[in-house]
């Protein structure tokens, strides 16, 4: 069954680091996101991408993040220098027809980020 | 805004017990509902969906029904396994917006 990949699984980084995470969604499909949860906390939106531009952003997608999809595979989640609050997981999400209604998103297993 | 609530875990069970995971809502449309599990090392999984009032999903013996005049999607099921072990999520989305709105997570622990 296709499924979304991430990588790294686990990054630890030092606080005001620029860190890259990666993306590589189901091959068909042209929606893609950003979600991210701290712990013990919800899974919150940070922002969706289409047609190569932001369709949607949340407030906490703010100028320190960036998203990316620089070739036709990968989809990168970029935060320019991380705070501590930046510690989370983050989730890559794909889907074929966005995920307003009932359209479903397919998510990858996450990436840890641990800012110290 | 539109929001999602969910009964706090780890909720611990005997397999073949009965399950229930409160989930309620709060939209100002009228938003399509959905159930995630995460096994463990494993990303999100949709497990099942309602798009209208009334309207029951149901996968793996796990069900929901729609309730819109108790804004819930309690997810049920009869006789748990200890493979269900994992972290449920109830979401909804609304059609107006790009985005999925999550509650916290329950975590479910089901023991032999």
């Known amino acids: 069954e296709p499924e979304v990949t991430q990588t790294p699984s686990h990054q630890v980084t030092q606080m005001g680091q620029e860190v890259i995470l990666r993306c590589v969604p189901i091959s068909n499909h042209l929606y893609f996101y950003w979600y991210r949860q701290i712990l013990g906390q919800k899974v919150e939106f940070l922002v969706s991408?289409?047609?190569?531009?932001?369709?949607?952003k949340s407030e906490i997608f703010d100028d320190q993040f960036s998203v990316e999809r620089p070739d036709g595979s990968n989809f990168t989640l970029k935060i320019r220098s991380t705070k501590l609050e930046d510690s989370a997981m983050y989730f890559c999400?794909?889907?074929?027809?966005?995920?307003?209604?009932?359209?479903?998103?397919?998510f990858g297993a996450g990436s840890r980020l641990t800012v110290l | 805004g539109d929001s999602v609530t969910q009964m706090e875990g780890p909720v611990t069970l005997s397999e073949e017990a009965f399950l229930t995971i409160n989930c309620t809502y709060t939209a100002t449309g009228y938003p399509s509902l959905f159930w995630y599990v995460q096994y463990p090392g494993e990303g999100l999984q949709l497990l099942l969906k309602?798009?209208?009032?009334?309207d029951k999903g149901s996968n793996k013996g796990f069900e929901a029904t729609y309730r819109k005049e108790t804004t819930s999607f309690h997810l049920e099921k009869g006789s748990v396994q200890v493979s269900d072990s994992a972290v449920y999520f109830c979401a909804l989305s609304d059609k107006n917006t790009d985005k999925l709105i999550f509650g916290t997570g329950t975590r479910l622990q089901v023991f032999p």
């Open positions: 999400a794909s889907s074929e027809q966005g995920s307003s209604g009932a359209n479903v998103l397919t």
């Open positions: 991408f289409y047609n190569n531009e932001i369709s949607e």
């Open positions: 309602a798009t209208k009032a009334d």
